[in-house]
C-alpha cells in the first residue's frame, strides 16, 4: 500500500498528491492524519536514502520514494491511468501541473515574500506588496490561461474525462477562494469555464465522498492561507 | 529539427535545455539567436493552439509544443537517452530537476519579492530582505540537499554517467556564482562534492565546446542577476 508523507494540520501540497489517490480509488496510508505525523515525516526527511525528498509531500511505493508533487502524480497517473496514455497527453498533463505548481509557489510568496524562515508578521509590511501584485496580475494571468485551454479542448484539461491536472486545479481554486474570497469572486465571473470545471471535479462520486469525510483537512496556515488584509477586489 | 523558443539576451531557463540539447549533440534552431526574437516567442506563446505554453521556454517537436522546462527536459530525456530508462532513475532525475526549478524560483525571488511586474529599483528595500534570508538559509540548505546525495551515489546525481540533471545543477551553480559569488566563494567550501560535479559537466567535450561558441550567451538581466548589494559571505 502507498504511504504518503506530508506535515499534517492543513491540505497543502500533499492534497495535489491526496486526491489523485481517492478519485482513483488507490488505498493508502495517509501519514498527516497519524499520531506524531510532524515526527514521522521529519524523521523521512533525515532518513538516508538513495533517493531522499527535499521536502514533503512524498510517497513510499513499490520499494521507491518519490518526492516532488509533480513527479509523484507523474507517476501515479502512469500507473493508475489518472492521466492519457500516449506520450503527447501523459506530457501536457504534467505541463498543466507544473504551471499549477508555479501559482502555487507565487501564491504562497504573498504571505511569505521574504523567506519561509520569518514569520507573516515579520514581513507583513512586504506581503501587502506582493499580494496586491498577485492578486491583480497573476491570479488573472493564470486563470485566463487555463480559461483559454478549455475553450480550445472542452471540459477537461486533456482529453474527454478528468486527469490529475483537472483534480489539481480544483485544489488550486478552493486555495485561491479561502485565501482570496472577495479578489476571486471578482475573476470567477471571467473564468466561467474553470469555475465550471472546479464543480464538475466536486461532483465526481469519490471526490465528493472524499470531501465530505474527515480524512479532508481545512485549509488554515499552509500553503493558501487567508489573511483578510491581503485580499480585495 | 527541434525549434527552442525562449527570450534572447541571457541563458535563464531556457539554458536548462539548451544544455541538454547540445550535450546529447541534438541539432536545434534556437529561436534566441535569431532577430527579433522577442516578437517570434511572444506571437508563439499567443497562438492558438490545443497545447499553449504559460510562459517560454517552448520545444517545437515532433508535431507537439512542449512547455515547462522541467516537461521539455523529461522528453528530451526518454528520446535521447539523456536519463536512466528504468522508471525509478527516471524519476529520481525528474525529481532532482523540479527540486532545481524550486530554488531557481527562489532565486529569481531575490530580486523579484513584490512580483515580476515592477522593476527591481521598485523592491529594492524588499529584494535586500529576502536575498539575505536566501543566502543565509537556502543556499546551504540546497547545496547541501544535492551534496548528501553525492556523497551516497557517487559523481553524478543518478546512475554512472551525467543526466540532464546533472547539467541543470551545472547552470544553477553557475547562475549562483554569478549572482552571489561572495556567497558562494563560502558554500563552496562545504559542497566540494556539487563543486566537482560542476567542473565535471564544463568538462564533458560537447559542453566544453558550447561554452567556447559564440551560442553560450552571458548571464546579465536574467533569472540570476548580480547586484553587488544582495550578495555577502
Not at 95 to 124: F, K, M, R, W
Not at 145 to 173: C, K, P, T
Request: hydrophobic content about 40%; proline content about 7%; aromatic content about 12%.
Amino acid at each position: 500500500m502507498y504511504e504518503l508523507y506530508y506535515w499534517p494540520g492543513f491540505p497543502g501540497r500533499g492534497e495535489f498528491v491526496r486526491l489523485a489517490l481517492e478519485a482513483g480509488s488507490i488505498p493508502y496510508r495517509d501519514v498527516a492524519c497519524e499520531e506524531g505525523a510532524r515526527e514521522i515525516v521529519a524523521r523521512g526527511l533525515a532518513e538516508p536514502c538513495s533517493t531522499p525528498p527535499y521536502a514533503p509531500p512524498y510517497l513510499v511505493a513499490d520499494h521507491m520514494i518519490i518526492g516532488q508533487t509533480a513527479n509523484i502524480l507523474l507517476y501515479l497517473g502512469e500507473k493508475h491511468g489518472l492521466a492519457p496514455k500516449d506520450s503527447a497527453g501523459r506530457l501536457w498533463v504534467n505541463q498543466c501541473q507544473l504551471t499549477i505548481a508555479d501559482i502555487t509557489v507565487e501564491a504562497h510568496n504573498t504571505h511569505h515574500p521574504i523567506g519561509s524562515i520569518a514569520y507573516y508578521e515579520e514581513q507583513q509590511a512586504e506581503a501587502l506588496r506582493a499580494a496586491t501584485s498577485f492578486r491583480a496580475n497573476r491570479i488573472p494571468k493564470y486563470l485566463t490561461w487555463f480559461e483559454r485551454i478549455l475553450a480550445h479542448r472542452g471540459d477537461w484539461l486533456a482529453g474527454h474525462s478528468w486527469s490529475y491536472a483537472d483534480l489539481s486545479l480544483f485544489h488550486l481554486i478552493e486555495g485561491l477562494r479561502f485565501a482570496f474570497p472577495r479578489r476571486m469572486a471578482t475573476v470567477a465571473r471571467d473564468t466561467p469555464k474553470v469555475m465550471a470545471l472546479r464543480d464538475a471535479v466536486a461532483s465526481l462520486p469519490q471526490i465528493a465522498a472524499y470531501l465530505a469525510s474527515d480524512r479532508r483537512q481545512p485549509f488554515s496556515n499552509g500553503v493558501f492561507r487567508h489573511y483578510p488584509e491581503l485580499d480585495g477586489e
